[in-house]
């Protein structure tokens, strides 16, 4: 297993120059040529650039910004961002971007799954360009990305909806199941917490524990020399933010674009993009709002797991995305 590039591995002069030169290669979306790479004179070498933030912090631009200056590309860790047809309310970049829109709406998708991808196109770029940016206000895809978190599979479908139906039933009696079956992990999952508890069991049953992948998923580990940085912005700007956004999806044609997807399969997966319900079922002011109000509680949630992220460099996001790049880059050079 490869939790981490072994600095025995790295020669001094791979070590002294930062991030490791890339190699001119052609690319997943067409043959260009490589841009130039900024120079980082850094006594660690750096090859994952990460930049986590809440939504519209302005992560997707940054990074983009800093891939630029690296010669490099953005592999996207969004959990919705993966499918085609929702490009507006996913905020899909316009500039190519690793992972965006590879899958259509009817397919499920895992962090297994994703994992899988993400460490196919992160260790691609590192060895046709040097280094990767990943970039996505995720946390768990984003975890996923860097490191091997060893997720076990996904249930079968048949068990995945039996076991919902018995947490649905009587919560506090599946949790005393679990308990049954893998104590530790009963401990550290409350009965209300639906999913944790649904995904406990449903391993407990096949002799698996959600433990270890939890354990892994705090843990300051990656599969290769990592960086992450957090893109800090004060409330009330990020809440100006949010509805400035959502403002901007609608007078792009959002509900015309949720329309035109509902008219198709949708996995399971993909029905919980944020704002998909509301459009599908709300006036267009009323789910403005109601998009607005659900945004703003998972910016918090997004700033919470932020501060949990072992090691992470916390950068003022206030300014152009430039400026904040320029930091970013400025940290890495040390």
Do not use: C
């Not at 196109?121 to 360009?129: F, G, H, K, T």
């Not at 409330?235 to 007078?251: H, Y």
């Amino acid at each position: 297993m490869a939790h981490e590039k072994a600095a025995a591995d790295m020669s001094e002069t791979d070590a002294a120059r930062g991030l490791s030169p890339g190699q001119q290669t052609g690319q997943h979306r067409g043959e260009r040529p490589k841009p130039e790479r900024d120079a980082i004179d850094s006594p660690e070498r750096v090859e994952v650039i990460a930049i986590f933030g809440p939504t519209a912090s302005g992560k997707t631009a940054v990074a983009e910004v800093v891939a630029g200056a690296l010669g490099t590309e953005v592999v996207s860790a969004d959990a919705m961002q993966v499918y085609r047809g929702l490009p507006i309310l996913t905020n899909q970049p316009e500039r190519p971007t690793r992972l965006v829109a590879i899958r259509p709406l009817d397919d499920e998708m895992s962090v297994g799954a994703f994992a899988s991808l993400a460490h196919e196109a992160i260790d691609d770029l590192v060895a046709e360009r040097g280094a990767a940016v990943v970039a996505g206000g995720t946390g768990l895809y984003l975890r996923a990305a860097l490191a091997d978190l060893g997720v076990p599979p996904p249930a079968a479908p048949g068990r995945r909806a039996r076991v919902e139906e018995e947490v649905d039933r009587n919560r506090g009696a599946a949790h005393e199941r679990l308990a049954s079956l893998d104590p530790t992990t009963a401990a550290n999952v409350h009965p209300n917490d639906r999913q944790r508890l649904v995904r406990a069991l449903e391993l407990a049953e096949v002799g698996g524990t959600l433990t270890p992948h939890e354990d892994r998923l705090w843990g300051s580990s990656t599969r290769r020399p990592s960086r992450v940085f957090g893109l800090e912005v004060e409330s009330d700007e990020l809440e100006r933010r949010i509805r400035a956004r959502a403002e901007e999806m609608f007078a792009r044609g959002v509900v015309e674009e949720v329309r035109a997807a509902l008219e198709q399969p949708v996995s399971r997966t993909a029905e919980k993009t944020l704002g998909l319900r509301e459009i599908a079922e709300l006036e267009p002011a009323d789910a403005l709002e109601r998009i607005v109000v659900r945004t703003r509680r998972y910016a918090a949630y997004q700033r919470k797991w932020m501060r949990r992220i072992p090691g992470i460099v916390l950068v003022e996001a206030a300014h152009d995305p430039a400026a904040v790049a320029a930091d970013v880059l400025a940290h890495l050079r040390g």
